[in-house]
């Protein structure tokens, strides 16, 4: 199981959704889905309040280079 993170922790983040939802296109992914799936990590331990379109799109294109 990973150490707790929070929304900093984008190419950790990048990782574990791309083990969790390797079958999604990425670049179709609504950030309202995006959240639910970050916040929905294990061991993800940031406040869901405290994320933003900026460090959504930042994680969307860190998983994005981790897929390829």
């Known amino acids: 199981m990973p150490r707790t993170f929070d929304w900093t922790d984008v190419h950790l983040i990048a990782e574990l959704l791309d083990q969790a939802h390797p079958e999604v296109e990425i670049l179709k992914v609504r950030f309202t889905d995006l959240h639910q799936w970050v916040s929905a990590l294990p061991g ?13 799109e930042a994680i969307q294109m860190a998983w994005l280079d981790e897929r390829e």
Not at 46 to 51: A, E, K
Request: glycine residues 8%.
């Open 44 to 56: 993800f331990a940031g406040d869901p309040q405290r994320s933003s379109e900026k460090i959504l």
